[in-house]
T-cell receptor, first 110, second 113 residues
């Protein structure tokens, strides 16, 4: 079992819909959680960070964290074609090591 | 705002050659991380440095070495290059070691022929 697992996708949603991306992690001691967006051939770009249980909203993005269930999600409201990318769930598990999920490829269909 | 700078952006080398990749972190970031991303794969952590000392080590081959200098820039040295080393190499920096947000540079695309 990988340390960080994401719904594998690919995920396709129509423009304007809500895209839901899910991630589970193995280490109960994890304290911080990040969502990165990566376009093909480009570097990962930080979208959201979340540290406490509950929801955190930033514009069209909402991150949800449930430490008891070891689950973190990202909701994208009013999805746009420019949101089409791979979304990476990232959890620091030990020391400085960032463990990346395998990524979920999202396509927003105009 | 200043971002992480990596050079070169593209590099072509032959098998058994050496390569040096450079990374300049965001100002006042004291921690640098190196990642390797092969085609269709997620980034794999190689090594990190905090205050010029190696702080953590991931799946870095013995043929690779890295260091962080007094101005906090870092270099990844790769020797005896193999075809399988062809990948995107990202550098990231953060304000402190541990679980702080990491900001990635644009990457160096290394092609080994």
């Amino acid at each position: 079992q990988k340390e960080v697992e994401q719904n594998s996708g690919p995920l396709s949603v129509p423009e304007g819909a809500i895209a839901s991306l899910n991630c589970t992690y193995s280490d109960r001691g994890s304290q911080s959680f990040f969502w990165y967006r990566q376009y093909s051939g480009k570097s990962p770009e930080l979208i959201m960070s979340i540290y406490s249980n509950g929801d955190k909203e930033d514009g069209r993005f909402t991150a949800q964290l449930n430490k008891a269930s070891q689950y973190v999600s990202l909701l994208i409201r009013d999805s746009q074609p420019s949101d089409s990318a791979t979304y990476l769930c990232v959890v620091p598990l030990a020391g400085n090591q960032f463990y990346f999920g395998t990524g979920t490829s999202l396509t927003v269909i105009p | 705002a200043a971002g992480v700078i990596q050079s070169p952006r593209h590099l072509i080398k032959e098998k058994r050659e050496t390569a040096t990749l450079k990374c300049y972190p965001i100002p006042r970031h004291d921690t640098v991380y190196w990642y390797q991303q092969g085609p269709g794969q997620d980034p794999q952590f190689l090594i990190s440095f905090y205050e010029k000392m190696q702080s953590d080590k991931g799946s870095i081959p013995d043929r690779f070495s890295a260091q962080q200098f007094s101005d906090y820039h870092s270099e990844l040295n790769m020797s005896s290059l193999e075809l399988g080393d062809s990948a995107l190499y990202f550098c990231a920096s953060s304000r402190r070691t541990g679980w702080d947000e990491q900001y990635f540079g644009p990457g160096t695309r290394l092609t080994v022929t």
